[in-house]
């Protein structure tokens, strides 16, 4: 780990960052899930609530109240707090950090959660777009999943929504699941395109080491995924999506047009982001992080970074982050790791990447620094280029990690 940053940039550039909350609680954990959720420790939440109520706070003031453009509620399952906590954090959002007006405001949530009230109560504190985890709409694979909704309880989640006013709601769906056919897939995307929400996002399942899932497929309960299968459900899905007029903006994610997820963008673009609450990762300065997993040992640090009183700073060094308690650990982002981040990420947006911009954000001449693997790449039909724009090459799309390992 390095220390020796140079002290030119603030940590936050005038622009502004965006903002992750996450939340680790769940009714029932998933059992293909691997993040950082947990299940039967309802008695955590207060004092869960307290402690991130003090951090947003604690962040607001050590980075001097800082723009924050979007702000996204993750997990877990934001939507399976008590009423009004959602409402109770953006109040501290507002109070600690200068939040933009316009500023995209996400929720992830279970459709089982999704009453009228509920919605109503979002969207009145400012939440303006739904993520909704459906998955599929088929009973057997949700069962499979794990799921605590079925088929018609998703449909009615996402009517429910659109009742109360929501006109931005992602729908979460899963593909090459064991056992899934190619008509059980296509059916599930034809019944949600009738209903036509504004934003799909679409993720192969991974078989996550350590997983009951992973653990069932091994014994044999379930057949091995097939990765061909799910090639031919991933090309049926662009093909479906884009005749329904859907954008394909980036490798896994659709949006109709002007609704393209604003929060995920900043990921992409390797712009800024501060992560709240258990296990939660940022990006700020030259450095990222990563907060203690455990919410009973996130909760003791919070206390503690607090009665440190901490000061405010204009930039970021190891040392300053070692007194962030709830940070668990740090890496400190070298002028190549920011130049190989920024291709690889940038990339997977399908308008591609202006060499140029991305050039002047890392203050490398990308082109030149990587000439042999973008010529290499664009030989083998991977990548294009057209000027200063750079791009995957649809053929690409399903093998795109071969192409972002070249800039590693």
């Known amino acids: 780990m390095q220390s020796d940053l140079k002290p030119a940039t603030s940590v936050v550039p005038g622009s502004g960052l965006s903002l992750y909350v996450h939340v680790p609680f769940c009714k029932t954990k998933c059992p293909y899930c691997d993040f ?77 959660d999704l009453d009228l009230e509920a919605c109503r109560r979002l969207i009145a504190h400012g939440v303006n777009r739904l993520s909704i985890g459906v998955q599929s709409l088929d009973d057997g694979l949700l069962a499979l999943l794990g799921r605590r909704h079925n088929a018609e309880q998703a449909i009615c989640a996402f009517q429910t929504a659109q009742e109360a006013g929501f006109s931005n709601v992602n729908l979460d769906l899963m593909y090459g699941l064991p056992g899934q056919t190619l008509t059980q897939w296509e059916t599930t995307l034809q019944r949600l395109l009738g209903s036509c929400p504004s934003h799909i996002s679409l993720y192969c399942l991974t078989l996550e080491e350590g997983t009951p899932l992973h653990r069932w497929v091994q014994q044999g309960k379930y057949p091995e995924p097939d990765p061909d299968l799910a090639a031919d459900m991933y090309q049926g899905a662009r093909r479906l999506l884009g005749d329904a007029g859907y954008r394909h903006y980036e490798i896994s994610n659709w949006a109709l047009p002007g609704l393209d997820c604003r929060h995920n963008m900043v990921y992409w673009l390797n712009l800024p982001y501060l992560g709240v609450g258990p296990g939660a990762h940022s990006r700020l300065g030259s450095f990222r992080f990563w907060g203690v997993d455990s919410p009973v040992a996130y909760i003791a640090a919070v206390k503690r970074w607090n009665e440190s009183g901490p000061e405010p700073f204009d930039r970021l060094d190891d040392q300053l982050l070692q007194a962030v308690f709830p940070v668990a650990n740090q890496e400190y982002i070298d002028p190549d790791t920011a130049c190989a981040e920024t291709m690889f990420l940038q990339l997977r947006l399908l308008d591609g990447m202006d060499l140029q911009q991305a050039s002047a954000s890392v203050g490398t001449d990308l082109a030149e620094k990587y000439r042999e693997e973008i010529k290499d790449l664009i030989e083998l039909g991977l990548l294009q280029q057209h000027g200063y724009n750079l791009r995957l090459a649809s053929s690409a799309y399903l093998i795109a990690n071969q192409v972002f390992t070249r800039f590693v």
Not at 60 to 82: A, E, K
Request: net charge negative; glycine share 12%.
């Open 36 to 112: 950082n959720t947990y299940q039967g420790i309802e008695h955590l939440i207060g004092p869960y609530l307290d402690a991130l109520t003090t951090e947003l706070q604690l962040w607001g003031h050590v980075l001097q109240r800082p723009l924050v453009n979007t702000v996204f509620f993750g997990g877990g399952t934001p939507s399976y707090l008590p009423a009004g906590s959602i409402d109770r954090m953006l109040e501290t959002i507002r109070g600690a950090f200068n939040l933009n007006p316009d500023a995209e405001i996400t929720v992830e949530a279970n459709p089982g």
